[in-house]
C-alpha cells in the first residue's frame, strides 16, 4: 500500500503561481510513475501532467504546457508541481496519482493506469 499525500493548494491570483507537492511512501518510489490530476467544479477529473520514474519524459495536458511544470525528488519521495501564469480555468482540486510500475503507459491520460491517489488539494483561481 501506498500512501499519497498532497499539500501546497490554496488561493491564488491570476497571472500568479503556486507550487503543489505529493509525497508518496514506499521505498520504491523512484521506481514510480507519478501524474497530477486535477477535477474542475462541476467537471470530470482530468489529465495535467506525468513523469517517468527517472524523470527524463514528463508530458502534459495541451491547457498547461508552457505554465505547468512537473519534477521529482526521489531523496526527498516527493514531486512537484509548478503552476505559473494560473488563470480562472485552472480552479480544480487537483490529485497526485501513483503508478506503481517502471512502465510509462501509452494511455497515461487515463486515471485507471494508476493504482494509488491521494485525497487531492483545492487551487482557487481568483480574477
Known amino acids: 500500500q501506498v500512501h499519497v499525500v498532497e499539500s501546497g493548494g490554496g488561493l491564488a491570483q491570476a497571472g500568479g503561481s503556486l507550487r503543489l507537492s505529493c509525497a508518496a511512501s514506499?521505498?520504491?518510489?523512484?521506481?514510480?510513475?507519478m501524474g497530477w490530476f486535477r477535477q474542475p467544479p462541476g467537471k470530470e477529473r482530468e489529465f495535467v501532467a506525468v513523469?517517468?520514474?527517472?524523470?527524463?519524459?514528463?508530458y502534459y495536458a495541451d491547457s498547461v504546457k508552457g505554465r505547468f511544470t512537473i519534477s521529482r525528488d526521489d531523496a526527498k519521495n516527493t514531486v512537484y508541481l509548478q503552476m505559473n501564469t494560473l488563470n480562472t480555468e485552472d480552479t480544480a482540486v487537483y490529485y497526485c496519482?501513483?503508478?506503481?510500475?517502471?512502465?510509462?503507459?501509452?494511455?497515461?491520460?487515463?486515471?485507471?493506469?494508476?493504482?494509488?491517489w491521494g485525497q487531492g488539494t483545492q487551487v482557487t483561481v481568483s480574477s
Open positions: 496519482a501513483v503508478r506503481a510500475s517502471l512502465e510509462l503507459s501509452r494511455d497515461y491520460v487515463r486515471s485507471y493506469n494508476y493504482h494509488y
Open positions: 513523469i517517468n520514474w527517472n524523470g527524463r519524459y514528463t
Open positions: 514506499g521505498r520504491t518510489f523512484h521506481s514510480y510513475v
